[in-house]
């Protein structure tokens, strides 16, 4: 089965430009959710989709974080501008029927963004 | 605001010792408790623990969840050094998915 798939890597950009990151979840699973980890940290919260709809972006700073989910399946995670906090690792995850049942998450390899 | 706490936060042990990571919690709801291991990457998944499901056990990992303590442990049992990561413990309840900080697990030769 192939796993959440993210891109890119890695992104260096100045503060105050935008950026964007991309996420493509497991086959069928229903539930996306982007995930913000600083160094030191457990990775926190910013939206949690199901299917195209916001469950929850109660973390999301929405002055300069977008998201949106068009057709149920990729996601895109906007910055702009970019501040120098918002340096950190950006994880996509996605839940659905596996063995474990809907409750597990599985993680991409995460983007790590630095904020110059 | 659901609360998850792990430690120690950091451990050093050699090569061949058995660690037990801990994890409690303070959450609305509680559905699950998740642990991950984390390396150079995102988390990989280990275990999933329930109220129908307390204990699992792969390889030399195993894991017990206390519902009347609201806590976890994590065992692993003759540790190599490819178990050095940063262990994730993260509880589903009314607030979504929260997570611990993490336990950063380093092993010795």
């Known amino acids: 089965e192939a796993g959440v798939a993210q891109s890119p890597r890695y992104k260096i950009i100045e503060k105050r430009q935008s950026v964007a990151f991309w996420c493509n979840p497991i086959s069928g699973h229903a539930t996306l959710y982007w995930y913000q980890q600083i160094l030191g940290q457990g990775p926190k919260l910013l939206i949690q989709f199901q299917n195209n709809g916001v469950v929850d972006d109660s973390q999301l700073p929405k002055d300069r974080f977008s998201a949106e989910r068009l057709k149920g399946v990729d996601s895109t995670l906007k910055i702009q501008p970019a501040k120098l906090e918002d340096s950190a690792v950006y994880l996509c995850?996605?839940?659905?029927?596996?063995?474990?049942?809907?409750?597990?998450?599985?993680f991409g390899p995460g983007t790590r963004l630095t904020v110059l | 605001e659901d609360k998850v706490v792990q430690s120690p936060l950091s451990l050093v042990v050699h090569e061949g010792d058995t660690v037990t990571l801990n994890c409690s919690y303070e959450v609305t709801n509680f559905r699950s408790l998740l642990w991950y291991k984390q390396e150079k990457k995102a988390p990989t998944f280990l275990f999933m623990l329930t109220s129908s499901g307390i204990e699992k056990k792969s390889g030399r990992l195993s894991s017990i969840l206390d519902k009347k303590e609201l806590s976890s442990i994590l065992n692993i049992t003759a540790t190599q050094t490819g178990d050095s990561a940063i262990y994730l413990c993260?509880?589903?309840?009314?607030?979504?998915?929260?997570f611990g900080k993490g336990t950063h697990l380093i092993i010795q030769p």
């Open positions: 993260a509880v589903l309840g009314a607030d979504g998915l929260t």
């Open positions: 995850a996605s839940s659905g029927a596996g063995i474990e049942g809907t409750d597990t998450q599985y």
